[in-house]
């Protein structure tokens, strides 16, 4: 009767046109890819951990979960990238053939797919490649000719029309003249309905001494950008700008390349710095300001501020006080921003080999305009001041910022 069922089993494998890889493999993990607590959080696992799958198309490509006895595929993504870590944004219509898997390729799924571990008594279990979700769950690749049917309603959606995102927990848009800027942020209420915007402006400040005696700042308004890609699927949303910065009369910087990859309940504000030319040369003391400045309009709800390393929380309320002040001081990569609505946590991501160094920043001054802005005054601008930038290299690099959004019916934190 065992063989029986194990000669069922082998055949419905068959049947459903699974071509499974033929040599058992080192067991690969997946990570999450924000450590966000959601309910759709993502995880990926780096193609480099399955060496059987590369070079196969990317459309064979397939992860598979094991629930009540049976294999079954899950929705998956698979993001291209190049050995610097930038995301292969073309269209399919501007390749030669088909895309074929490479070592530096992403595979995302949702962390809440993984399932049970499969049997030892499996037909070919040996054969297929077993991905590690931490101690909670398995996945298994293989390959196939049907890939597991998209979502009728994609996790995170581009509306065109808007240059905006939508998913079930926000709504995310862009600046029409800046789009590497976020200038609304709403919360969803449900199925039909947002929360008005709470957001006033996204702000980017550059300030320094250049040739060693002419002091300069720059803002949004000495930036050029457009927006270049957007590539969608079934879990996420990458969204690419290219974007320069006005040196000097007419002189711009290289083109800088921001990518957003938006998720369910996240976004991975991703800037690539790839600089051919020593900043130290030209310049000193360079400093950047990052930052979200939010509305004060009737209506909206009290925000609060936090950091661990701040004793205790700063309600914002337009009015500098000694508190708010040494927020300023702390070198640190992580705040929060809470409301009734629900709850921003931001974590800023700076490689080792990236000679920046972090500091907080706050200025909650209702009475001092900020430009360029849409409502004067700053009401709990909140973000980054990164200082050495004139210490960096010509290498690629990527400076990270994670936002997760925890609606406020969301108890756990991440």
Same mark, same amino acid.
């Given at each position: 009767m065992h063989h029986q069922q194990a000669v069922r089993r082998a055949c419905v494998l068959a049947c459903t046109g699974w071509l499974f890889l033929s040599a058992a493999l080192a067991q690969p993990g997946a990570v999450p890819v924000s450590g966000c607590a959601s309910p759709d959080a993502l995880a990926v696992v780096p193609a480099a951990q399955l060496p059987a799958l590369l070079g196969k198309p990317v459309q064979q490509v397939t992860l598979l979960q094991y629930r009540d006895s049976e294999l079954s595929p899950i929705v998956t993504q698979i993001d291209q990238r190049d050995q610097d870590g930038r995301y292969l944004l073309k269209d399919v219509s501007d390749q030669d053939g088909p895309a074929l898997l490479g070592p530096d390729?992403?595979?995302?799924?949702?962390?809440?797919?993984?399932?049970?571990?499969?049997?030892?008594?499996?037909?070919?279990?040996?054969?297929?490649?077993?991905?590690?979700?931490?101690?909670?769950?398995? @996945?298994?690749?293989?390959?196939?000719?049907r890939a597991a049917q998209p979502p009728a309603r994609a996790r995170t959606r581009y509306l065109p029309d808007t240059d905006s995102i939508e998913t079930d927990v926000y709504k995310i848009g862009f600046a029409e003249r800046h789009p590497f800027l976020i200038d609304r942020f709403q919360w969803r209420l449900d199925d039909r309905h947002w929360h008005p915007n709470s957001l006033d402006a996204m702000k980017i400040r550059h300030q320094g001494v250049m040739f060693g005696f002419i002091p300069f700042r720059r803002t949004s308004k000495d930036y050029s950008s457009r927006l270049t890609r957007v590539k969608t699927g079934p879990l996420r949303v990458i969204r690419r700008t290219e974007n320069s910065v006005r040196i000097?009369?007419?002189?711009?910087?290289?083109?800088?390349? @921001?990518?957003?990859?938006? %998720?369910?309940?996240?976004?991975? %504000?991703?800037?690539? @710095?790839?600089?051919?030319f020593n900043l130290g040369l030209f310049f000193s003391h360079v400093e950047t300001l990052t930052t979200i400045d939010w509305l004060d309009t009737p209506g909206l709800p009290q925000l609060t501020i936090r950091s661990p390393a701040a004793t205790s929380g700063l309600p914002v309320n337009g009015r500098m006080s000694h508190a708010k002040t040494r927020f300023n001081q702390l070198s640190d990569t992580r705040f929060s921003v809470h409301s009734a609505w629900g709850s921003v946590y931001v974590q800023l991501d700076i490689p080792d080999d990236f000679p920046i160094k972090p500091w907080l920043f706050l200025s909650d001054r209702a009475d001092v305009i900020d430009p360029p802005e849409n409502q004067p005054g700053q009401f709990g601008n909140v973000g980054y001041r990164t200082t050495g930038w004139e210490n960096i290299d010509t290498e690629v690099h990527h400076l990270k910022f994670t936002t997760c959004m925890i609606p406020a019916d969301v108890q756990q934190a991440p």
């Open positions: 390729d992403e595979i995302v799924f949702r962390l809440s797919d993984g399932a049970a571990r499969l049997p030892a008594g499996f037909p070919r279990a040996e054969s297929l490649v077993e991905i590690a979700i931490g101690e909670t769950g398995w @996945v298994y690749a293989g390959l196939s000719g000097f009369w007419q002189l711009k910087t290289p083109a800088l390349y @921001v990518d957003y990859v938006m %998720m369910p309940g996240s976004f991975v %504000m991703d800037t690539i @710095v790839d600089i051919p």
